[in-house]
């Protein structure tokens, strides 16, 4: 590739809870404006609107993030693979594997946005969207499948600087795009009335934006492996082999966890409007929990992936404690606040009384079991990042979705217990047993990752601490 540029993102050194810390803020506050976009359509509908163009939006949150699942589970896939060849300094694949990775973005981009555009009726009414909010759902959903190509565009991309340590430039520009898709939401649905087409037209410009910003980044990123030559987008096969290997396993577990949302929200469907919007409320409050497993279970899958790749056993187990003992502090904070604060956080979304009632119930039964979610959530991303993914994928599948769906199938059809704290009451079950089976599968894969590392009878290394002058380095 010619001379490089010395690469500075290295966390295989260093003071490993800063460094984490240093991941996680960045990618907390982008998964924020991530899902600031639907949150503000939400919000936006829900005050201007009102409550049927509430409900349309709310439906189609399930298919959206199926498909954002879909995206980031396959850009998993790039993480893993570049960061594993950014630890061992293996600047060609890396190069391969960042080009390799922005082709397939776009391919499948266009597929979907195709193959959703068509198919959108047909599914918004197989979930058993209310009639009253149908019109509204397809038409919000049919504008939104139109933006595929920049969505995935972007999520691959910042995939590939999250790879390489930088997570702040992905951050600056979800910044951007959610300024821009508040501005155009105000404009569009309370200047021009535009109503649930123009919340959907506002997010795929800002996904646009965000697509445009983070590809000049990868153009811009002279003399390092990853920096980005559109003439030079190809398909290199042991690149596209690694990238699938852990990123459709990472896909398909996502796309079992949307499906087994669908099920819940055609069962919340059943239960009216009323209870159609408050979940819809309740899950913009519990995606700060989402926002906050997910950026611990991304800092350590990269970290995982770096540590891996440069041999470094001890400092990868090290770093998982470190992680699991951070995320269960804030997720105690974040669950009491949550109980003490539910009225007033949901009356942000929807000040409709009947919505009220039924929202507080739904956040003061789910968010005391969020505790028993996070290791689920971090074991696997510490796995995946060494490059073992089936496994965790189908214990997920068989467990958060497989035994949700059944409970679902079984439980709540029976006459007595037809009821929406029936629907609640599958989360921590599920939750709680996928727990104790990942934990297995975590030492199990830990031991494997052992004898790869280190040869049958050497040795672990020790782990010096740093000294002053390596920690203000670090820094």
């Given at each position: ?210 697509a445009v910003l983070v ?18 987008l190809r398909i290199y ?40 919007a408050a979940w819809t ?195």
């Amino acid at each position: 590739m010619g001379l490089l540029r010395q690469p500075t993102s290295d966390i295989t050194k260093g003071v490993i809870w800063k460094q984490l810390l240093a991941f996680f803020f960045p990618l907390w506050f982008g998964t924020f404006f991530q899902q600031l976009y639907n949150t503000v359509d939400t919000l936006v509908v829900g005050r201007f609107v009102g409550k049927v163009a509430l409900a349309a939006v709310g439906s189609t949150s399930v298919i959206v993030n199926l498909t954002v699942g879909i995206f980031t589970g396959l850009a998993a896939g790039a993480v893993v693979a570049i960061a594993q060849h950014f630890g061992a300094r293996r600047w060609d694949e890396v190069h391969e594997c960042v080009h390799t990775a922005m082709l397939l973005s776009i391919l499948i981009g266009a597929f979907f946005m195709v193959t959703g555009f068509v198919l959108t009726p047909w599914t918004l009414r197989a979930m058993g969207t209310t009639e009253e909010a149908l019109p509204g759902a397809i038409l919000y959903l049919r504008v939104y499948f139109l933006g595929m190509v920049p969505n995935v565009i972007y999520n691959m991309g910042t995939g590939v600087l999250r790879a390489i340590g930088d997570f702040r430039r992905p951050l600056y520009f979800l910044m951007a795009a959610s300024l821009c898709n508040i501005v155009l939401d105000l404009l569009l649905v309370v200047v021009f009335h535009m109503g649930v087409a123009g919340v959907a037209i506002a997010t795929i410009c800002s996904q646009l934006l965000s697509a445009v910003l983070v590809v000049i980044s990868l153009m811009r990123s002279e003399m390092t492996p990853y920096q980005l030559f559109p003439k030079r987008l190809r398909i290199y096969a042991m690149p596209m082999r690694s990238i699938l290997m852990i990123g459709v396993p990472t896909a398909l577990q996502s796309v079992m966890y949307n499906a087994s949302n669908i099920v819940i929200q055609a069962s919340i469907n059943s239960f009216g409007t009323d209870a159609v919007a408050a979940w819809t409320a309740y899950g913009k409050m519990d995606i700060i929990f989402w926002m906050t497993i997910t950026a611990m279970a991304q800092s350590i899958t990269t970290f995982a992936g770096q540590n891996y790749g440069a041999g470094e056993y001890e400092r990868l187990k090290k770093g998982v404690r470190v992680s699991v003992a951070m995320t269960a502090c804030f997720t105690v904070l974040l669950s009491t606040a949550f109980f003490l604060l539910a009225r007033p956080l949901l009356a942000i979304f929807s000040p409709d009384p009947d919505v009220l009632e039924v929202g507080v119930e739904m956040v003061r039964f789910l968010a005391p079991c969020y505790i028993t979610y996070i290791l689920i959530e971090l074991l696997t991303g510490a796995i995946r990042g060494a490059g073992k993914s089936v496994a965790p994928m189908l214990i997920s599948v068989f467990g958060v979705c497989g035994l949700r769906l059944l409970w679902i199938a079984t439980i709540f059809q029976l006459p007595q217990f037809h009821t929406i704290q029936t629907i609640y009451w599958s989360y921590p079950i599920s939750w709680a047993i996928t727990f104790g089976v990942h934990v297995i599968c975590f030492l199990w894969a830990m031991k494997k990752v052992k004898r790869q590392l280190l040869p049958e009878g050497a040795p672990a290394p020790v782990e010096v601490p740093p000294t002053l002058e390596e920690e203000t380095v670090s820094e």
